[in-house]
């Protein structure tokens, strides 16, 4: 089988390390991208990366590929760069409208913040995955990098994955022409998500909300242009409500976006015309429960810079009897937001005759890291944790390391909930395992970040600041451990009251 390309398009100024002999951003990114590939979806890949002095007629390729272009203020100083680019667009645009399979996949991977004036309409529209943060009070830039630190990894190898995620998808479509009959069933099924945008306080929660809804198979569909007119916006908006059956609002401190000749930002235009949508769908006459439309708007529990204009906005969203009463309207914490979401479309689905892509085992399942020879000190907890109905995987010990390691990293794409062992072992060894359960994430995990705690033997010290994100950590000793113990970090696990 011939392997699929990806070419990655850049400046060549993106790539300059910043400290000899350290590889630059681009060469990084491309040599991660490759091992999570190699991980997800076998050896089938090939790469070649671009810059404006590799660029002549010989560089197009002349089979299906992958073009990522790294967009940055660099990128688009060259013309060659961005004239690169152009030569795509038509035919892809062309062949979009025709709904065939194109024979190249656009993936914009943004390094630092672009003017949407810089960029193409297809550009804008397509796929895109932004590797920086805004600050949403001073509007500061951050470029997110590989540090190779699992406290500072996790959005980088996260983004990465959907980047990866991507391109396999692709692949399998190439391979297999069915997809497209079954996205036309999908669409007439109205099983989709419309997940409006945000302001810059909620962007990596829409994110997260985003990439879950993906990896478990649900079609989202969301604003491409949001630098379009009014008229325009409503248009595309409608138009993607009405292949949907659920549509996700997010609110917190940021109105969002002001939209062009109209006083409103983006996040009111899209609530209102979802709320809009909702009443005309379900006024219809006997329309059944399982076919209405579901609008949930999530209000940020923690405001507390929040503009006259926004608190205004909120107050009478809350108010608004007409607006709100075929909406959720929660201001819950953000998880509780994810399983509401994930019963209503495992709900629509089951309605629907189909089966849930969601995850329907009621038995949550933890790993247990240890040492071979610590073992037996590790069997009363586990014998504790199989009393409370949950099934507990011991580290695998037998065969060639390869093999181990791939045992290892299966085992945490799969668990619900890790715990590790801290006994005889070196704190390096403990901060090897904690990496290795940030970059599952990376590296097929599909259930997203999960709790992770470490039993600590004895008088054992370990500073877990220096290295570890503690939301997701708790911190326990083996002496007399009992049910107790364990309760914040099994609430966490399963996400159930304990009362």
Request: some cysteine; aromatic content about 10%.
């Amino acid at each position: 089988m011939s392997k699929s390309q990806i070419i990655i398009v850049y400046s060549n100024l993106d790539d300059k390390p910043e400290i000899f002999p350290k590889s630059g951003w681009v060469t990084t990114l491309s040599n991660n991208l490759l091992q999570l590939l190699k991980r997800l979806d076998g050896d089938f890949y090939t790469l070649s990366l671009l810059t404006e002095y590799d660029i002549d007629p010989e560089s197009y390729p002349t089979q299906p590929s992958v073009v990522i272009p790294i967009l940055s203020k660099n990128f688009f100083q060259s013309p060659l760069l961005s004239g690169y680019l152009e030569v795509f667009e038509k035919d892809v645009q062309k062949i979009t409208r025709k709904k065939r399979i194109s024979n190249y996949e656009f993936i914009s991977v943004f390094k630092n913040r672009v003017e949407d004036d810089l960029l193409s309409d297809y550009i804008i529209s397509n796929r895109k995955k932004y590797f920086y943060t805004v600050d949403p009070v001073t509007d500061f830039v951050t470029e997110i990098k590989y540090e190779d630190d699992p406290g500072k990894d996790n959005d980088y190898w996260m983004k990465l994955y959907d980047v990866a995620n991507l391109i396999k998808n692709y692949r399998q479509n190439l391979k297999s022409p069915l997809n497209q009959a079954e996205d036309l069933i999908d669409d007439m099924k109205l099983c989709g998500v419309y997940l409006a945008q945000v302001g810059l306080d909620l962007f990596l929660d829409r994110e997260n909300i985003f990439r879950e809804l993906y990896r478990n198979n649900i079609k989202v569909f969301q604003v491409e242009k949001t630098d379009s007119l009014y008229e325009d916006l409503v248009e595309e908006i409608n138009g993607k409500l009405n292949k949907c059956h659920i549509s996700i609002h997010l609110i917190g401190e940021d109105p969002g976006k002001l939209v062009k000749n109209r006083g409103l930002t983006l996040v009111e235009i899209e609530n209102q015309l979802a709320s809009q949508h909702s009443k005309q769908i379900n006024d219809q006459p006997r329309i059944k429960h399982a076919d209405r439309f579901k609008r949930v708007v999530w209000l940020d529990p923690i405001r507390e810079n929040v503009s006259v204009k926004q608190k205004l906005f909120i107050e009478n969203l809350k108010k608004d009897f007409v607006n709100i009463q075929n909406a959720e309207i929660l201001e819950v914490p953000i998880e509780e937001l994810k399983n509401f979401v994930n019963n209503l479309i495992e709900y629509r689905s089951s309605a629907m005759g189909s089966t849930s892509s969601l995850n329907k085992s009621h038995k949550k399942s933890i790993y247990f890291i240890c040492n071979k020879k610590e073992r037996k000190h590790c069997t009363p907890i586990s014998k504790l944790l199989k009393d409370q109905g949950y099934d507990v995987v011991f580290s695998n010990f037998e065969g060639e390391l390869l093999s181990i390691r791939d045992v290892h990293f299966k085992n945490l794409n799969e668990c619900n909930g890790t715990l590790i062992y801290y006994g005889n072992n070196s704190e390096n060894w403990v901060k090897s395992k904690l990496f290795d359960s940030v970059k599952a994430l990376g590296m097929g995990r599909i259930k997203g970040s999960n709790p992770t705690a470490i039993i600590v033997d004895s008088e054992k010290k370990i500073n877990l600041d220096l290295y570890i994100d503690t939301d997701k950590l708790m911190y326990l000793k083996n002496d007399n451990l009992t049910k107790e113990t364990f309760k914040p970090f099994l609430s966490r696990l399963d996400n159930t009251s304990w009362e």
